[in-house]
């Protein structure tokens, strides 16, 4: 029933409404039990801490022998060798890959067929076979030469005296690498939208001032994080190139083994050390990579591992002080 005009309404004290809200709000809420997240934490901390001690108590290790070769001489030059072959590999890879890309989405029929069977040859052939053969690659051909097909030759010079250890471990890395560069290339063209193509067309540009100007800068966004990534599977390949006779990391930490067979657990793991630190740094790197081409692509940055722990900091503080207060 309504109330007639200029009649006074009373209405209940804030006091009566706001008492059960009031009840609820001093209750503590329970987070949602799950014990079987507690289980499995609980089991993992378990075996972590049975490897742990392991790998502290059991003298099989030798972490004394471990400390004395960590740093001598023969294992800095041969990780110095690691480093050149990587470096030069992750160029050769990646100008090769952008090469072979270019020729798979080529117009020209030779050209993608070459490209393809290229990436497929090389993407199933085994790294290590690729480096034997050519390895033994003067055995087949003693003289390289350069002139007409079928007819005569330019020059010519002695393969066996160009072919260094270095050379082949370099080539031979470089030429598994481009394969799997020349997809990481080609997804990245690919990636970029056909109305930027379409737009470039329009406004009249050539062919290569499109692909220089707009299409690759574009494409880089997705070829350079993922090209970063590829690195850390070429940095554990170059332990590979110790079966050519060039003593790298992993051949110099097999050759002492040969001369110190007693040390030879402390140098498999001076081995390992070195591959995490390279491989961690690698990983750094390619983070921020990751993170610098995400602008734009994303709302917000992903956060850098300090921002993370302050963050971690932060939330632990107010939970002490939440649980202090209750």
Aim: with cysteine; hydrophobic share 50%; charged share 15%.
């Amino acid at each position: 029933m309504s109330e007639p005009p200029g009649a006074t309404v009373t209405l209940p004290e804030a006091s009566t409404v706001d008492q059960p809200s009031k009840a609820l709000a001093a209750q503590r809420v329970l987070p949602l039990r799950r014990p079987g997240r507690r289980i499995a934490t609980a089991v993992v901390l378990v075996l972590v801490a049975q490897f742990a001690h392991g790998l502290v108590s059991n003298p099989f290790y030798q972490w004394d022998r471990w400390a004395y070769w960590f740093l001598r001489p023969t294992i800095l030059d041969g990780l110095l060798i690691t480093l050149e072959v990587t470096a030069y590999s992750a160029v050769l890879g990646l100008v090769g890959g952008i090469v072979l890309a270019l020729a798979r989405l080529s117009k020209s029929p030779v050209l993608r067929a070459v490209s393809w069977t290229y990436v497929w040859a090389l993407r199933s052939i085994p790294l290590i076979v690729v480096l034997l053969f050519l390895y033994n690659f003067s055995a087949l051909y003693a003289t390289l030469s350069v002139g007409i097909p079928f007819g005569p030759a330019f020059f010519s010079f002695d393969e066996s005296k160009l072919a260094t250890d270095m050379v082949v471990a370099v080539i031979g890395l470089s030429l598994n690498e481009a394969a799997y560069a020349a997809e990481v290339v080609r997804g990245g063209i690919l990636s970029v939208d056909q109305g930027q193509h379409e737009a470039a067309a329009a406004l009249g540009l050539p062919k290569g001032y499109q692909f220089r100007k707009i299409v690759f800068p574009q494409a880089l966004c997705s070829i350079i994080p993922n090209y970063v990534n590829q690195l850390i599977g070429l940095i554990k390949s170059t332990s590979l190139v110790f079966y050519v006779s060039l003593l790298d990391l992993f051949g110099s930490a097999q050759a002492m083994g040969s001369t110190y067979p007693g040390d030879i657990v402390p140098l498999l793991l001076v081995v390992t050390v070195w591959y995490l630190i390279l491989t961690s740094i690698v990983s750094v790197i390619q983070f921020y990579v990751e993170r610098y081409y995400a602008r734009g692509a994303t709302r917000g940055l992903p956060p850098t591992p300090l921002q993370k722990l302050r963050t971690g900091l932060t939330d632990l503080r107010a939970r002490i002080r939440r649980e202090a207060v209750v």
